[in-house]
Structure formats: structure tokens, C-alpha cells
């Protein structure tokens, strides 16, 4: 007898809540869970899936059923356990679960190329090229730049090195080639870890506390906040646990909020550890990540670092994970699959039966709560390493003090004291651009976008209007086109301008800024770090950029601004984000025998934040702050989901909302708001609108957002609008 042939269900990349039936290629066997095959979807001829489970026999007549075109992988892409894990994410955050799998995947693996890797390509000079001057290359500038890189790096340059070198390095390196000067290799980057150079240090008693809980939970699950203040050695914990784990045979897996704080990292620990350690982040080549993603699969990695979703990268033998600057609202998705890499990390595991710690200076409030509650193993490290003393926190009043330029006299005249002693300053105002607004001071106008209910913002040496949610930019108008009499000017400060204003007030000194826009490129933030640790700067101006765990060793004095940013939101998170964001970047301030200063311009004194950062009361502000949530019914005494919806047409957005409203009717334990305009309602040119809803406990909300979702997704309403749900948001902006 003929076998029956088996059905597979493959989740493929598209928006939909729902499984695709196929006809296995081969009616003996069919492609196990977890394999990608190739399929055809629709017009498309063919479409690359990952098997999510087989059945016998399927909902539709076998005459409609089409037949997977290719399988591609013979064996799982991911163990049994990982697998559930993102089943489960698909679950939790109300997701289609082949756009989850996706994300879960490299770039070339979603392409449909075969999951293996013979090694990274890397470029060196030869014997000719060697024996050649760079100055016959006077009139070929990128081809002399990317000639005097290999020049000076007898091991060779890989794709990422010479990206940062010039945009122009492949065109370089083919004309090289043309010369006879290169010579072109494949190698295995994860085969030969560099050697220690630096023996471990001593531990702290409050280092060591926290290193032996870890340890005493290796094998099972665990989950530990790490709440060190700046400078306590958190570091140091996550390395030493990492030996333990090492010295087990067992992988390790940091994630870090942003790629800028991978180099010093992964500098750190190839320092420390003899063994292969991997880069995963959003920097790095297809083929870059493919290599990484194989070694930690396989195992040649024994440590990856990584971004947001280097939560999903497989592991042989996974034995940590390490949640860095846990409190980081970058590890939150906000577009297409809205997770939280933090909060996967802690199911992850769970899952895996490990031990799972989450450091900062400034816990998220949820974090916190789930510490005090017993839910986390709370490990306090409440005091700097080398006997160092926690920085000076001093007000200025701005109701007592003018501003030039942004800056007050004592802050000028504290940047003086500053620079004679040879130590380097870092202000921080989270703003960039030269000014917020370009404003005529006869009628009032404003220069706004056209596209967003914003500001445009002037940026000076671009001599542009930038629009900093949609990029819209236009030329600045020195006549009113309102009045026609008077002249727009810039209004409030960036960092553009502070720049300006101490280049005017101190002309000799060495400036670095530190913002999106001075380090849009390739290798300019690494560059600029660089120039600081190595005493080039002699200020550091720049944004949220600067908070984000930083060491500058010679910084003695952090200028605060403007430290009222946030009093003013509407967001309930807004006051833990402004301490947060101000604790740490005032935690840059002093190490060792250097003791810090921290001045925080402010036009609010008397407000209990700035009481708390001057005693660096982190707990005591917390406590406020979790007492207001309580009683307001926020997070993390309620949990929240935000659905929103967008359209090119003024109240389409409102009315799916509305409708989606009526078809949730009265839900048992869940509480629905009435749909409302978006804070800033209309962005790159749709009108935006939201409803939130929350419940007291996960279990009802979750229940309801399950028929929510699928009875939203098949009305025709939903059709007409661009809509997405939101689990746990939060940013309700």
C-alpha cells in the first residue's frame, strides 16, 4: 500500500494568525519541526517557511493542497526547548508565529541559503603590495585609505573593518586586486581565541556575595537582580560568573542595550577569556552574523555578546544569560514584533534551567518590584570599587541664575576649574539638532512639519529644518511667512549649540559630540569613545547616547542642562526614565582617586526627584514612585496592552478603534478604555490612534487578547487601517 501523504504546517513571513497547510515533498517522511522548506505562496513562486508542526490529514480537500517545493534543512534549525520559546513569544505578545521565526533568524538563513559557513572573508596584502608606497595612490583617496589600513594590519581586514575604513572599500579593494596587491582568504574567526592579557582582579565582599549566589544556582533557574550603583564593578560580576560557567563547558549569553557598548565589552572579555567569543548586532554583515549565529549553535563560541534579538541565537550548551542595563528601553521592540528582549531572556531561562541576571544602577520599577515581591534574588553592590567616593550632586536654580547659550555661569565657570586641573567634562542634554524650534519673535509662528503634529528642528551646519520623527527636511526661511515683517530665529538649545557656545567660551579646547547625527557614520561613535579614553577631548557634549554604561576614567564633571526634560510628560514612566537617564549619566562623573561633581540645571528645586539624586536615594525615589503606580493602577500593579492603529485618512483610525471597542463587549477582569488620538496624532503623514487595555492579572488579559486578536484580524474594518498590538508597552506615545 501507497502511504498516505503527510501534511506539513509551515508559519510563513506574513501577517497572518494562522498555519499554512502543504503536501510533504516526500510522502514516506516529512521535514521535522523546526526545518525551513521552500513553498509556493500566491503570486509568489516560491516562499521560505519553517515547518511548525505535521498532521495526518488537513481542513482542506487534498485537491488544494500544494506541494513543499524544497526542504532545506534535514535536521531542526532549533532545539526542542528553543523552539517552544518562541511558540511561546508568538503566543505572548499576540504575534503570527512565522514573522516571529523570522525574527529569530539571520538574514541569509530567511533567504533560503544553506545554514552552514565555510568561513569569513578577510583581505591582506601581499608581497607586491607590501613592497609599494601609498603615495603612488594620491589621486585614488579611498583606495590609499583602505591600502594603509591593510598596511598596518599584518592579519588581514574583514568586510566590517573596511566598512569602517571608507563606503567606497569595495570598489577600493577591486581595484587593488587589478593592481596585484591583496590576496583574498576564507577563515575560521572562531577557531583561535586571542590570549589572556589580564589576569581577573580581586573581588569586593559584595562582588563575591553575588558571584557565589549565581554560582550555587548553576543547572537550575534562577533569576537575580544585579543593583550596583556606577562604578560598583558589575562588570566584574558578570566576568566571574562567566569562568564558572566556562570552566563547566557551558556558553554564556550578555545582551547590552546598544551596538556602541559592544567594543569595549567584547575588549573586556577577550582580555579575560581564552576562548571564542562572538559579536551579534545589527552592525555586522549578513555573513557576519550567519558565522556567529553557527558558532554559538555548534558551540565554537563560548560567549556571545549581542543586541536585542541575539535572545533568540541557539546555544549548544547554554549555562547564563546576562541582561545588561536591564532598565534599557531599547530592548523593547517597537515596530512589527514587539518584544521584550529582557522580559524573553528570564522565560528563555526558565525554559533552559539556568541562571539568568539582570544589572543596573537604575532597575526598571517591574524589575524592582519583582525583587521585592521574591520573584528575583535581589544582589546589592551599593559601593564603587578602588575606595572610590559617589560624585557631588549640586542644583543650579535657572529661576536665580541666566543662561547663555544654555550654560549658567557657575556651570561655565565649574567647566574652567575643570579643564585646569586637566580633567575632561561631559554635558548632557538629550536633545540634538542646534534648536528645538525656529520661531518668529514678532508673530509667534512656528516653523512645524507638514507630515507631523511637531517641531522642526534647526540644525546648523546642515543650514536645514529637520523633522526628527518622520526626516522631513526643508531650507530655513529668514522672513516670516505668517507676518512677512519679521525674522525666525532659533529658539531653546541642542547639543549643536552647546558645542558652539564652548568653542566661543573656551576656543583652545578639544571638543567630542557625542549624538546620532555626529555619529551617523560607519565607525564615527567607536572613533569618537576612542579619542575620549584616550584624553583627545577635552568635553564631551552629547545625548541619551552618553547614559547608556559608558567608562570614561578622566571625567570629573557632568553638566546636566536641562534636567527638567520629562517633569512635564504625559507619560507615567516619565519621572523613572528622567532618574534613571540622570543617575546614570551622572554616574560618569569620577573613579578611583578622581572624586565627582554633578551639576543639574533645573527651573524645579523643590521637586523630590532632584532631593533623591543629590542623597542618591535610588530606593527611597523608587519607593515614591511605585506608591504613586499603585494607587494609579499602573504598571507593575496592573498589566497593559496597547492596540493602535494609523491611516492616511483623518478618523479612520478613531473609527476601527471604536469598532474594535464593540466587538470586545464586557470582558470578565479586563478593563477597555474608549479609543483616543494618539499624543502626537498625526506622524509621517497618518493620522494615529490607540486603546489601551489592562488587567489586574495576565491570565484574563492574555484569554481575551486571544479572541481579540483573531475576530480583529478576519473584519473587514481591519482592512482598512495599519493596526498592531502592543503587550506590555512601554512607550504609550
Known sequence: MRAAPRIV??????????????????????????????????????????????????????????????????????????????????????????????????????????????????????????????????????????????????????????????????????????????????????????????????????????????????NKYQGFLLHGVTGSGKTEVYLAAIDAVLARGGQALVLVPEIGLTPQLVERFRERFAVSIAVLHSGLTDGERLAAWLAARDGRAAVVLGTRSAVFTPFKRLGLMVVDEEHDGSYKQQEGFRYSARDVAVMRAARESIPVVLGSATPSLESLKNARDGAYQLLELPDRTGGAGMPDVALIDLRQHAVDDGLTHPLRMAIADCLARGEQSLLFLNRRGFAPAWMCHDCGWVANCERCDARLTYHQRRKLLICHHCGHEEPTVTTCPQCADGAPKALGEGTERIEQAIARLFPKVRIARLDRDATRAKGAL???????????????????????????????????????????????????????????????????????????????????????????????????????????????????????????????????????????????????????????????????????????HRKPLHAFLDRWVQALAASKEAKRVRWSLDVDPIDLY
Request: hydrophobic share 45%; aromatic share 8%; with cysteine.
Open 526 to 696: 567607536e572613533e569618537t569613545l576612542r579619542r575620549v579614553r584616550a584624553g583627545e577631548a577635552d568635553i564631551l557634549i552629547g545625548t541619551q547616547m552618553l547614559s547608556k554604561g559608558h567608562d570614561f576614567p578622566n571625567v570629573t564633571l557632568v553638566g546636566v542642562i536641562n534636567a527638567d526634560q520629562g517633569l512635564y510628560s504625559g507619560d507615567f514612566r516619565a519621572e523613572e526614565k528622567l532618574m534613571q537617564q540622570i543617575l546614570q549619566v551622572a554616574g560618569r562623573a569620577g573613579r578611583a582617586d578622581k572624586l565627582g561633581r554633578v551639576l543639574l540645571q533645573t527651573w524645579h528645586p523643590d521637586h523630590p526627584l532632584f532631593a533623591a539624586l543629590r542623597r542618591h536615594d535610588f530606593n527611597g525615589f523608587a519607593d515614591y514612585l511605585l506608591s504613586e503606580r499603585s494607587s494609579a493602577s499602573y504598571p507593575p500593579y496592573v498589566h497593559l496592552a496597547l492596540l493602535r492603529a494609523e491611516s492616511p485618512r483623518a478618523g479612520a483610525a478613531v473609527a476601527f478603534l471604536a469598532h474594535a471597542h464593540r466587538l470586545a463587549a464586557s470582558p470578565a477582569g479586563v478593563e477597555l478604555m474608549d479609543p483616543v488620538p494618539a499624543p502626537m496624532e498625526r506622524r509621517q503623514g497618518r493620522w494615529r490612534a490607540q486603546l489601551l487595555v489592562q488587567a489586574e
Open 9 to 218: 504546517q509551515v508559519a510563513l513571513p506574513c501577517p497572518l494568525h494562522t498555519l499554512f497547510d502543504y503536501l510533504s515533498p516526500d510522502s514516506a517522511s516529512a521535514p521535522p519541526v523546526g526545518a525551513r522548506v521552500r513553498v509556493p505562496f500566491g503570486a509568489r513562486k516560491t516562499l521560505v517557511g519553517v515547518v511548525a508542526s505535521q498532521a495526518a490529514a488537513s481542513a482542506l480537500p487534498p485537491q488544494r493542497l500544494k506541494r513543499v517545493v524544497a526542504t532545506l534543512d534535514q535536521d531542526p534549525l532549533w532545539s526542542a526547548t528553543l523552539f517552544d520559546l518562541l511558540c511561546w513569544a508568538a503566543d505572548y505578545y499576540h504575534h503570527p508565529l512565522g514573522e516571529v521565526l523570522a525574527t529569530a533568524l539571520p538574514a541569509w538563513l530567511r533567504q533560503g541559503r544553506p545554514a552552514r559557513l565555510s568561513g569569513f572573508a578577510f583581505w591582506a596584502l601581499n608581497a607586491t603590495g607590501q613592497g609599494n608606497d601609498p603615495a603612488v595612490l594620491v589621486r585614488a583617496p579611498a583606495q590609499r585609505r583602505v591600502f594603509t589600513a591593510l598596511r598596518a594590519a599584518p592579519d588581514g581586514l574583514s568586510e566590517t573593518d573596511l566598512q569602517a575604513i571608507s563606503p567606497n572599500w569595495r570598489a577600493a579593494l577591486r581595484a587593488l586586486q587589478r593592481r596585484g596587491w591583496i590576496v583574498k582568504e576564507e577563515r575560521d574567526v572562531f577557531a583561535q581565541p586571542s590570549p589572556v592579557s589580564r589576569p581577573a582582579p580581586p573581588l569586593t565582599p559584595a562582588q563575591a556575595a553575588a558571584v557565589s549566589a549565581i554560582g550555587a544556582h548553576a
